[in-house]
């Protein structure tokens, strides 16, 4: 299936007009349900019992007690290792004023700067560090939600030892004593019989260590294991802001992989029409990715027709007439021709612009070799790409382990192998094998409860750490707080192994600092990198690279294991198979943030589901299996099976199902699943059909439909925007999201404001005149890549609480920002956009007027406020509002923090945010909070608030920066601040515009870069 961004999409527009989901664009009866008005027939449910299922009580308090439902605590937490004794306060430092620590956040090798706002020693708030090269300023959701993993109440507290009584609660002498006394035996057998096994680390200090062990015990072993890579022989990092032609082939770069951030900032830089050459990008996937949705192209094609593709293409570069053509891998089928119509468009846009395009590949050791010869023919290497080697020499990959070779001492650093290795990689069997086995970890998970020993792990934000980047730059990873329940990190636990004197992660990364960087002056460069996060004075040298050579030779091998996996025979018959693809989960990551609520509860971008996984599927394929949306599937492969709920997905290639990994915890906590308290999972474990051999793609599986439905907590038909009639809202959706070639946008440069037309409009009253300041958004749709980022951002900064899943189902989830989801066109070929939808700011307010309580008013720089304590909950603002931006709280989301448990998630809320009670209505306040105490400063200072200094929490986790926020200045003359400069771009539109409601929320209309010669092959 071949699809376009740009197959005359204006005519795709007007024959099938944006819709939101299948739902809607069918027109199903549950879908008018939800266009219902708020105000119901007495006694009419919000949905049917059977929809939402049996709120269970004890549940819904065990997901709250662990949420972000924070409040405000006077609690004071300081490093222990004291340097200005706390009689005298330190300097810089005032009580109840917010303060910024700079650290590094290294999650599975890819680490991200980041500043960290503190209170009183408690981090509250964590944002992008813009001098490190892979944030510049932006984050990720998993970096947004690290302070609600730091405060949860189910981390572990205490180290344990597995015995023949049970399970022993021992202190931290002990276990320090246990793990000198095995050290020092397995340093007199030369690491005889020690094995180690770790996740992937940035960390030079980490990398010392492993060499000091290394020569201390020659024969131990030294395993690493990240479920989601690098599977391949090469890491790849890529500069998509020297590339004027992208080119992803299976690789969502945008989304849950490395480097998004960065990856992500660099293709947003050269999406403005106006600002210069406007790259394009070309996607081949099997699922529907954040990144095919920003993709000018998108080719859906099955999993085992990749390989096909890329050998195409491959020839195609090298070959410029493309001789050999005639070896069309599967001439005889129109959907394999029209792909490789597609290649070869493709690969002529590619010559044509040689040195100034790239090639992004899977995490595949077949693929990433032949998609780094197709860059090397376009002589890319070394410009727009580099390949780096995925391993220190001296590790091996887990699944390369011997398994059978017993191990005397095993030793596991973070990570939960029991639970996400490869269903063929007996890990559990090692586990119990080991004379002794050690696990460090954050939570007590399904690895701890089969090891000997479960000692605690430092949460990072209150641990010392360093990373390097691929490209030589150093950072430095500083606690903001007191380890809450003591914790050792790896390199402490490996240096008490070492019997090293000095074993404080201070130490011991000053002291690789002076190693790296040399004694002279080291002082001042050590407080420099403390203070900036980063030390970019001198870099260190680049990664080992790898050759092409080499990346061929392991590609051969790759491919020849991978062929005589194929020719296995099937051992059952299944009346339907389908093609299984693994997806990271876009909240949960690989599983370890799975007893995170916030992102349990973040909407997937694609699916817009919560709390769970599903079997993702086209239309076409479940018409074919004979299924729908909720209908329980059995996935079967190799005698492995597993259970999920359907989720149709336009856009996923016909034959394959999307499933993502990171569910089905079994010893996760109160939210994510625990076997041990009694609390069912969320989700299923995808890990059960996965293998070594294929840890992306499973062909032959084979699908049956259970007898059972599972309600799916997806959110996308909630808060459908205008709801005063169907037809009136079918008709008004397509100029909701405006885009246009940029063809178009070059011949009618306004065309996003000619596309509704708004009469001469005038209000029934005295419209009030602003003289102060006059706060104003903006957001560009040609940047916005729905990462959510922003969404996950505004819940940590205002207090915003989970409510759980029954509640979702029931459309009460609270965030004030969300992220509508759109497709143009049809089912089978859609085009995708995103729109962030978030309070208006309208000057005219249609909330204000109904509120009977004067709970909601407008102030005199044109926010929108909410007087919390006047509101009674009459839900008539809501009602009124028609972009269905306000939340109501239908419970008491805090009463479970009497709870003693819970006592340390009080130290996780903004002090400066209030937080609500039931049966108040809430909504964004532009971040008014930011706003208020920038303009403070400002007054201290003697000056106005200078254009730039007021970040809101969702402009500034956004890594593509598609948000600008700021004061739109005096009315009259030119513009003079970012904002107001795009409010008078031509591009920049309000929505609804025709109900003169004066937003102060602007869009910038989406430009697409097609090829022209795409639809003429």
């Not at 192209?297 to 007439?321: C, G, M, Y």
Request: with cysteine; net charge neutral; aromatic share 8%.
């Amino acid at each position: 299936m071949v699809q376009s961004g740009n197959d005359n999409v204006t005519e795709q527009h007007a024959r099938h007009g944006y819709w939101r989901s299948l739902a809607e664009l069918a027109d199903t009866p549950e879908f008018r349900a939800q266009l219902e008005p708020q105000f119901r027939e007495a006694g009419q449910p919000y949905l049917s019992t059977e929809a939402a299922g049996d709120v269970d009580r004890r549940r819904w308090f065990q997901i709250v007690a662990a949420s972000a439902v924070l409040a405000s605590a006077a609690g004071c937490r300081w490093e222990r290792e004291e340097i200005v004794p706390l009689t005298k306060r330190p300097d810089r430092r005032v009580p109840g004023e917010p303060y910024r620590v700079a650290t590094t956040m290294d999650l599975a090798g890819d680490p991200i700067g980041l500043l960290v706002t503190c209170v009183d020693g408690r981090p509250i708030k964590v944002e992008g560090n813009p001098l490190h090269p892979q944030s510049g300023g932006g984050t990720h959701v998993f970096a947004q939600a690290a302070t609600l993993e730091l405060y949860d109440p189910d981390r572990s507290r205490d180290p344990v030892e597995r015995t023949a009584q049970g399970d022993e609660v021992r202190d931290w002498d002990r276990a320090r004593a246990m793990l000198r006394a095995r050290f020092e035996a397995l340093r007199a057998a030369e690491g005889a019989g020690l094995v180690i096994v770790a996740g992937a680390s940035a960390s030079p200090t980490l990398a010392h260590l492993r060499s000091q062990l290394r020569r201390a015990m020659p024969r131990m072993r030294w395993f690493q294991h990240e479920p989601l890579g690098p599977w391949a022989q090469a890491v790849a990092r890529y500069d998509l802001d020297q590339a004027e032609i992208i080119v992803s082939l299976g690789a969502d770069v945008f989304g849950v992989s490395r480097d998004s951030v960065r990856l992500t900032r660099q293709f947003a830089s050269r999406r403005d029409p106006a600002a210069g050459k406007m790259n394009r990008l070309y996607v081949v996937e099997s699922g529907l990715t954040v990144t095919g949705a920003a993709a000018d192209h998108r080719i859906a094609i099955a999993p085992s027709d990749l390989p096909k593709f890329v050998e195409r293409l491959s020839r195609l570069v090298e070959s410029p007439r493309g001789h050999g053509s005639g070896g069309g891998t599967a001439g005889d089928s129109s959907s394999s021709a029209a792909w490789e119509r597609a290649a070869s468009v493709i690969a002529d846009d590619l010559r044509s612009h040689a040195g100034r395009c790239v090639v992004i590949g899977p995490d595949d050791p077949v693929l990433l070799p032949q998609v780094a010869r197709i860059n090397q023919a376009l002589g890319v290497i070394g410009r727009t790409v580099r390949y780096f080697a995925a391993m220190p020499d001296d590790v091996q990959r887990l699944t390369d382990a011997d398994l059978d070779e017993p191990a005397h001492t095993l030793l596991i650093l973070g990570g939960n192998p029991v639970y996400d290795a490869p269903c063929d990689c007996n890990i559990a069997a090692m586990i119990e094998a080991a004379d002794c086995s050690i696990h460090l970890s954050l939570y007590r998970n399904e690895t701890s409860r089969l090891c000997n020993w479960h000692l605690p792990q430092a949460h990072f934000l209150e641990a010392w750490g360093d990373a390097r980047t691929l490209d030589g730059m150093y950072s430095v990873a500083q606690p903001t707080i007191e380890p809450l329940y003591g914790g050792w990190s790896a390199i402490e636990l490996l240096a008490v192994g070492l019997g090293l004197e000095e074993t404080s992660g201070r130490q011991l990364v000053r002291a690789q600092f002076v190693r790296l960087f040399g004694e002279s002056d080291w002082e001042r460069r050590w407080r420099k990198a403390l203070h900036d996060g980063v030390f970019a004075e001198k870099r260190l040298p680049l990664s080992p690279e790898v050759a092409l050579a080499a990346l061929a030779s392991g590609g051969a091998e790759a491919r020849q294991q991978a062929q005589e996996q194929e020719s296995e025979p099937q051992q059952s018959a299944a009346e339907h198979r389908v093609e299984v693809v693994f997806a990271p989960g876009d909240g949960v990551y690989d599983g370890r943030f799975a007893n995170n609520a916030w992102l349990q509860e973040f909407p997937q971008p694609i699916t817009r589901l919560t709390w769970g996984n599903a079997a993702v599927m086209s239309p076409a394929s479940a018409e074919t299996i004979g299924v729908r949306d909720g209908d329980v599937v059995r996935l079967s492969a190799r005698g492995n099976e597993l259970e999920l709920p359907v989720c149709l997905v336009p856009g996923v290639a016909d034959g394959a199902v999307v499933v993502a990994l990171g569910y089905g915890r079994t010893e996760a906590g109160r939210v994510g699943g625990s076997e041990s308290g009694g609390i069912a999972s969320v989700g299923a474990n995808v890990y059960r059909l996965r293998t070594a051999e294929e840890p992306w793609s499973l062909k032959g599986v084979g699908v049956y439909k259970a007898s059972r439905r599972e309600p799916l907590a997806t959110v996308q038909d909630h808060f459908p925007i205008d709801t005063t009639g169907f037809k009136a809202r079918t008709g008004r959706a397509p100029v909701l999201v405006r885009q246009a070639d940029l063809e178009e946008y070059r011949k009618h440069p306004d065309f996003a404001r000619h596309q509704v037309h708004v009469p001469h409009q005038e209000s029934l009253w005295k419209e009030p005149e602003y003289r102060g300041y006059r706060w104003a958004m903006t957001v560009d749709l040609s940047k916005c890549v729905g990462c959510g980022a922003c969404v996950v951002a505004c819940q940590a900064e205002n207090n915003i609480p989970v409510v759980g899943k029954e509640q979702v189902i029931r459309g009460r989830e609270m965030h004030w920002m969300r992220i509508d989801r759109y497709y143009a066109g049809p089912a089978d070929q859609p085009v995708v956009a995103f729109q962030p939808m978030l309070c208006q700011q309208c000057e005219l307010a249609p909330c204000e007027g109904v509120c009977p309580v004067n709970a909601t008013v407008h102030s005199s720089e044109g926010l929108n406020d909410m007087v919390y304590n006047r509101c009674v909950g009459t839900r008539y603002c809501g009602n009124n509002c028609p972009y269905k931006v306000r939340r109501f709280n239908y419970f008491n989301y805090h009463k479970h923090l009497a709870d003693a448990r819970n006592e340390v998630l009080k130290m996780g809320a903004n002090p400066e945010v209030t937080v609500r009670s039931r049966g108040v209505m809430e909504k964004c306040t532009y971040c008014v909070q930011r706003i208020q105490a920038a303009k403070i400063k400002a007054k201290n200072a003697g000056e106005a608030v200078r254009d730039g200094a007021i970040a809101t929490a969702c402009q500034q986790a956004c890594p593509a920066g598609a948000i600008v926020f700021g004061d739109l200045g005096p009315a009259e003359g030119p513009p003079r601040t970012a904002v107001a400069r795009q409010f008078a771009d031509p591009r920049t539109y309000e929505l609804l515009a025709e109900l003169n409601h004066k937003a102060r929320t602007r869009y910038m209309a989406r430009i697409r870069n097609p090829n022209p010669s795409w639809g003429t092959g």
